[in-house]
């Protein structure tokens, strides 16, 4: 073969595999163009999606941000309320905790008034006399207590209960014996304790022989009387520690009231001062009733004798009313007669003298009867 056939052939192939490259190169492009222009097309559509996502995006954190900023001022106002409130609430409590300061304050100058009071023994006698003033005045009526009521014996009482027979009038005499309670709770060891304790007791003892000597009277006071203590904290220990001391009261009937005790002994007065009132009133609507009794029995005889004088009174009415219809039938027949003039005069004199004697001799039976 020729080698420029061949050279010509190869020329040709080349040219013709050129061509063909050629034409796969624009297919490849237009292939490329299109499928440039669809994903454009696709990113013009993402891009359209991606706006419109932002936009709704924007508009929903502009809502939930204009809710969380309502929420967020509506808890602030609402907290400055409540810290307001609050901040009042505590001055309040500041003014009353200042108030309560100074009634303490007060209370402690009273406390002090009151130990002055009750290291002075005369000042103390006087304050248990108060004391007892003031709850006896409390729970009794005016006329069942007097205060300071001078005795027989020229013995004053600081109160006299008026209770009714067979009970009669109970003195009552208000006690302290502070110094020597203070010093057995103020002792510090056996000795001490024991010491105090004894003269607690023979003050105690003391006061209740004073009192069963001064203001127990045969047939003025009653049997008993009683000794005011106007500290619980000395009646309790005495009960508690010194029950020799209240075996002795009792003998000597003297009986220790703290002011507890004595409202309770109060109360039951007074319904002893009720019931002696009621059985009193009682006794008077008997005695009432007794004499409307004795009243009705005499109206009973009155109304009895009436009756009799209206039987009386009656029976005379009917006689009366029997002789006057016997008089009008004689005077019937008088005019009979003057009309007629058949009759004589004997026949008309029988009848009309027994008529007229039966008219006098009505007084008669009246008066017999009377």
Known sequence: MDISLILAIVAAAGVLIAVALIVRSDRTRADAAAQTTA??????????????????????????????????????????????????????????IDSAQKEITDLSKEVVGLQDILSNKQARGAFGEYRLIDIIEDALPPSAYAFQVQLSNGRRADCVLNLPKPHGPIAIDSKFPLESYRALHAATDEAARTAAARAFSADVRKHVKDIAERYIVPGETAEQALMFLPSEAVYAELHANFPDVITECHRRRVYTVSPNTLWALLGTIRAVLKDARLQESAQLIQNQVRLLHTDVERLDQRTEKLQSQFATVTKTIGDIRTSAGKIARHSEKIEEIQLGGTQGPDAVDGPLDQ???????????RDGSD
């Open 39 to 96: 994903q454009m097309n696709q990113f013009a559509d993402i891009a359209n999606r991606l706006s419109h996502a932002q936009t709704e995006l924007g508009a929903r954190v502009d809502e939930r941000l204009d809710s969380l900023a309502k929420r967020l001022g509506d808890g602030l106002t609402q907290q400055t309320e409540t810290t307001g409130k609050t901040l009042k609430e505590l001055h309040e409590r500041l003014a009353v």
């Open 355 to 365: 008529s007229m004697a039966e008219i006098h001799e009505l007084p008669l039976r």
